[in-house]
């Protein structure tokens, strides 16, 4: 860590977090490599397959794509701030129970996205569901479940 | 990435200051900048954030037009209700592009800023004029799908990929921006050029320029418009080609029209004879093969391209059958 580092205020989970970052430091990798959140992955690292797609101030954003100091002030959630304790989030169990995953790398980032999705009032049905997640792929392949994972926990949100 | 300073702007004028000097760059979404600065493509020494500037209204003008201000996140604009009521294309074409995560990022300014560009600009090891003045264009004959086939140059064949300036294009807005020599206004169809001998400059902006707000014009053509994007994949893909529509019509007769394509060329591309051919005429395909003709003259493909020509008069011609039936609820 040079002197190069700037001080950043974020909320992370629903815990206020202080930390010091250099500018070049992502949001992605401020997660994993300095806050022990490896929940969120690193999949292409160009925005391009949404396996690190977590929630800042409510809205599903490319965390890979994001430098960590300009999010001062902000709220991000990630998906171990889903759960309520030991009770999963409806949209965890719904992947769950919809056996919408394979290896499960690309699941942090379906499930983050598929939360704001619901609450953007866009899971309205299967072409809007497909559509509006195009932005998270599965070379597992997945999808159908996934799709029917979002309509289960829909019902729920 | 290399390593760079980082400042928060406060103010227009603090931004424009700071922003005068070489090697600094403006960062908003960052979805485009950062992306190339990870692959060595972009190297600034400074980045400016002006997230914090209060540029994120949307505005209606006193004349009927409205003013977006250049933080608006992609997102924000299409849903906008004035925006899907006014100007349904601007929302239909912003929604075809990119992704749910991209678009809450992406900003009305940095959209009009992302890079005009192809994979070979992105691949440091290969030959680009735009990223390395004069060391040749390997897209020419390589795999040049993707590709332009009008407005290149022997140095670059890259296009600009979005789907929003497409819209803008049609709809004839203006681009507000601040610089070091004060305020001034740029059409939106002058805003974006062409390669030439000097592919590395994308836009019209000086050095120090900061884009403030778009500005949209009254007439939004919200009864008959269509934005038909044609791509690899069902979504989330760039654009082979695109079409932007709008029409006004009295019964059969068109009395006005505006025609704008994507994926074809380093800019939106727009050809007012176009325009004036379907002026006057009754609508149907004939008329909108005219269009097509005049909107297509002088394409020239490559290798792996070629189709994209007979692809884009089709393209052209059902955009405005679409447009003609009424814009899609």
Known sequence: ?157 | MKKFTYNRAENVAEAVKYASNSGVHFIAGGTNLIDLMKEQVERPDRLIDITRLPLREVQEQAGGGLRIGALVSNAALAEHPLVRERYPLLAQAILAGASPQLRNMATTGGNLLQRTRCMYFYDTATACNKRNLNSGCAARTGINRQHAILGHSPACIAVHPSDMCVALAALEATVLVEGPQGPRTIPLADFHRLPGESPERDTALQAGELITAVELPPEGFPSHSHYLKIRDRASYAFALVSVAVGLKLEGEHITEARLALGGVAPKPWRVSAADEALRGQLIGKRSFAQAAEQLLHGAEGFEHNRFKIELARRAIIRACEEAAKGTAQ
């Open chain 1, 1 to 157: 860590m040079d002197d190069a580092s700037v001080p950043l205020r974020l909320n992370v989970n629903g815990s206020p977090c202080q930390i010091k970052v250099e500018p070049w430091t992502t949001l992605l990798d401020l997660l994993r490599e300095r806050l022990g959140l490896f929940g969120t992955k690193k999949g292409c690292d160009h925005g391009q397959c949404g396996a690190c797609t977590v929630l800042v101030d409510g809205k599903r954003v490319n965390s890979c794509l994001m430098l960590a100091i300009m999010q001062d002030g902000k709220e991000v959630t990630t998906i171990e701030g889903l759960a309520a304790g030991p009770e999963l989030h409806p949209m965890q169990q719904a992947f769950l129970d919809c056996d919408a995953l394979q290896c499960g790398y690309c699941t942090p980032g379906q499930i983050c996205s598929a939360v704001a999705l619901v609450a953007e009032g866009k899971a309205n049905d299967r072409a809007s569901i497909r559509e509006n997640m195009s932005g998270n792929l599965c070379r597992c392949g997945a999808y159908n479940n996934i799709v029917a994972a979002i309509e289960k926990a829909r019902e729920q949100l």
